[in-house]
DNA sequence: AATGAATGAGCGTTCATTCAT
DNA sequence: GATGAATGAACGCTCATTCAT
């Protein structure tokens, strides 16, 4: 791993669990192995750093979800729409810093960078939705989906399901998150269907 | 407005906004027109003040979620549901801050008070479960739900509608969000019927 | 002395001595018996601190010339003449962190407040000149001074014999400053003359 | 240009301008558009830089003394000492930089090499006084000037106004400066006159 | 209840310099 | 001759907090 990989690596884990504000050089540093003032020969500062962070995202983003479009493509509407959402739920479950740092973003960007987050951060959210749209648009032409339903919203309350399982408050001690996921799903697909 | 609430009202905006680690003790008496030592006068740390504000907004929801069951006592319970999630809608465009500032407790407390911070959000989030499991419940009884849902699916799903709905990240230009928050309501309403 | 003033103290020995980016805040608060920080209880940054340390310079220099202009008053041009210069030495003598804070502040301000720095320096320029102008047309009114003179020629040149001697750069081991300083208001006394 | 000289031109102008405190290898090296490290292959340190740059000065310096001498041979008195003060003016003119570089030389070199700079900046004061020796004598020889001055003390006078002629604070926007070297020589002249 | 003065620790950043390539 | 990566020290400044008044 490059030295500019390692302070990204470290810099998502602190930007996530300690946010921008509370994020601070020395402990990238400290964790990355390397002084401060290295970090400067890398990145021009701690901004800088916060855009490469979402930049990288951006990236994984993409091919996340080129990838889930490929995969899904065969298979009928209804599976490719649970599948997607276990797939968000493994994904975040394994990125957890990703993923905070994803919703954190999106919340409240540093104020400082906040027009240019929200600009970069507009591409991701497009992905999911240009693949969500792809998949409900798929549907109402084989007739999966009744014909009446408006994708754009389809779209975006399907995008909210995938924002709160990837959140994870709405999973508790008491209840099975899979069987949580299945019900959501199958309560949302009954919901639009005839 | 007593110069406590002076405090915690700008303490809160800046919480919600800039994140724990990007309030500043200074800036909060600024804009409140006090002095930095004033604040130490009425409370006794940052994280004091932060824990205060976090008393608040239980005890604001506190009262809200009962206020709620009693005003909707008498309907029906899919009425008392889609109410909800205006009501839900209502409030989290009135105090952005507030729900920003709860979102943030949530996602990733103060690392210095997680504990306390976790231990206290359990409040409302169990007031707003209570009643959903008071709703849902009622609904069951009276044969309005189908009987063979498990309540505590039901209120955790809707718990994450409505996380959905007070982020607002669902919402954007192209769509109206009452058309939007009707559609997700019927939905799941219907997703859940015989 | 108030800590505001131990600051300014030594403030103005760094800025002349090592100029205005040589100087820095941790030199000064040690030399001032305090810490970093306290010295922005006092001032809000670098900047602050170098204007009003031009701001004192400004008012010791209006009272300097103030005084100056009473005290020779009763004099003939000549003599007021010839005393100015050998006050000057004086102070620039007693107050070389000063000299030396004004000459640098003329020749090259520190580039983020130059425009500033340059506002704030014409006023002490101006008390100096309209000193001058004052004695001068009082010469030449009073016939010690040929008519044909310009006084406003004659202000500027008296100035830069003024600047000479406070810079000091005339003055070598091998010559005696008084008589120096002597020589050469005779030359240019003679040399205005008739 | 040579590497080395590009970078001898933007730390004259860096020196100059910021001080020696305010320059900074990174600028210089921006500005010359080679990197931090490229410097270190010319120059073993930001203190020998400073001394190059003041080597440069006095070669510059030297020569320039060198050729005024033989330009001004052939011309009297009068005429050679009025010429010089006008070419100095010129010359400060065309030469911002150098000029201010001197002058801060001058007044406060670099603590840390305080010594070294005094040593060498005593050079081109030397020529500078050398040839005004060698106008003044020749004067003094020719009858043009009265036997009764001292030469040394002429020659520091004289060094005074051109001093005063290079620093450029005497101008102002109401004075033309060629006329005011005018009278400024006129008046010495006159004044060590018969 | 409120303040001004003070502080040690830490902030993000830049400094001049080194070294292997 | 020139570079990129790295560094320890220092930079100006802000932090949350204390204390006497």
Redesign the interface.
């Known amino acids: 791993m490059t030295t500019r990989e390692n302070i990204l690596k470290h810099s998502l884990h602190d930007f996530?669990?300690?946010?921008?504000?509370?994020?601070s050089m020395a402990k990238i540093a400290e964790k990355s192995g390397i002084t401060k003032s290295t970090i400067y020969s890398h990145f021009s500062s701690k901004e800088d750093i916060y855009l490469a962070v979402l930049d990288q995202f951006i990236h994984y983003s993409a091919q996340l979800w080129k990838d889930e479009k490929k995969r899904l493509e065969t298979l009928h509407t209804e599976s490719a729409l649970r599948e997607t959402l276990f797939n968000v739920y493994k994904n975040a479950q394994q990125n957890r810093a990703l993923t905070?740092f994803w919703?954190?973003s999106?919340?409240?960007p540093?104020?400082k960078i906040q027009a240019e987050v929200m600009d970069k951060i507009s591409l991701p959210v497009q992905n999911m939705k240009d693949f969500l749209t792809h998949v409900f648009t798929k549907g109402i032409k084989s007739g999966e989906i009744p014909s009446e339903h408006?994708v754009?919203?389809l779209v975006?309350?399907f995008?909210?399901?995938v924002?709160?399982?990837t959140?994870g408050?709405?999973?508790?001690e008491?209840?099975d998150p899979e069987?949580?996921i299945e019900?959501?799903f199958?309560?949302?697909?009954?919901?639009?269907?005839k």
Chains 1, 2, 3, 4 share one sequence.
Do not use: R, V
Not at 169 to 172: G, L, Y
């Open positions: 996530a669990f300690e946010g921008y504000g509370g994020a905070i919703h954190k999106m919340i409240s540093p104020a408006n754009p919203y975006n309350i995008f909210g399901l924002q709160c399982i959140l408050h709405i999973f508790d008491n209840t069987k949580m019900d959501m199958n309560y949302f697909w009954k919901g639009i269907g």
